[in-house]
């Protein structure tokens, strides 16, 4: 069974850091890249932040770029989003993906996690 989990979200102020964790198994997610996106209410699901598998590249959407980061640990199956400097505009729920294809297109991506909120207060 083909699993991505999700941790770390939660309340923070702004200004203030969160690192989201994502486990994958089930799969050799290791030669999958992988993505963050994220959904506040009333919006569509928004690219974050990609990774490709070997961690050669990423990639940012602009108003993450230089606070958040991306990264990756094969070993664990795992992949990383370190957020600083957190904005209320951050508000959402952060989902994890996982594709063999790269794209900021939300509907590309064929696995996916349960999601995690973070909500960013002023």
């Known amino acids: 069974q083909v699993q991505l989990v999700e941790s770390g979200g939660g309340l923070v102020r702004a200004g203030g850091s969160l690192r989201l964790s994502c486990a994958a198994s089930g799969r050799a997610f290791t030669i999958y890249h992988r993505a963050w996106f994220r959904q506040a209410p009333g919006n569509e699901r928004e690219f974050v932040a990609a990774?490709?598998?070997?961690?050669?590249?990423?990639s940012y959407v602009d108003s993450v770029k230089g606070r958040f980061t991306i990264s990756r640990d094969n070993a664990k199956n795992t992949v990383y989003l370190q957020m600083n400097s957190l904005k209320p505009e951050d508000t959402a729920i952060y989902y994890c993906?996982?594709?063999?294809?790269?794209?900021?297109?939300?509907?590309?991506?064929?696995?996916w996690g349960q999601g995690t909120q973070v909500t960013v207060s002023s």
């Open positions: 990774i490709t598998w070997n961690a050669d590249s990423t």
């Open positions: 993906a996982a594709d063999r294809r790269l794209s900021t297109d939300w509907r590309s991506w064929d696995y």
